[in-house]
């Protein structure tokens, strides 16, 4: 099965800042990760010269720790980008997935919470 082929893996839903850089650049900007999953993420950004192809280093903040992953640009158009995870070693893949747990566990904490009130509602 060739890379075309390959089904995205599921995406959660999120809202973080980042910041983004070209791999050759040097000026860096903000962005927005609209979704994210271990394959790669929705970039929502105003760089307008941004294209498929380009690779970019992300900087995630979480949890009180910094790290840049590269990335590469799979499509893009006026509102953001598709990119996909270029990890280097472990610890990147190990940022994303802490992420994505952070997010869903906050995620279930609301949920049990709303229907804790509905639960006392009812």
Request: charge should be positive; hydrophobic fraction near 35%.
């Amino acid at each position: 099965m060739s890379s075309q082929d390959q089904v995205p893996l599921p995406r959660i839903p999120l809202k973080l800042d980042v910041e983004f850089r070209r791999s050759y650049g040097r000026n860096s900007a903000g962005g927005l990760l609209k979704n994210i999953s271990l394959s790669g993420a929705f970039l929502e950004h105003e760089v307008e010269a941004i294209k498929a192809g380009d690779k970019l280093q992300i900087t995630f903040k979480v949890g009180g720790r910094s790290r840049k992953v590269n990335a590469q640009v799979i499509w893009s158009n006026s509102l953001g980008s598709g990119i996909k995870f270029l990890p280097t070693n472990g610890r990147d893949v190990q940022i994303v997935d802490d992420l994505m747990y952070f997010v869903e566990s906050k995620r279930k904490t609301r949920r049990s919470l709303l229907d804790d009130i509905f639960k006392q509602a009812s």
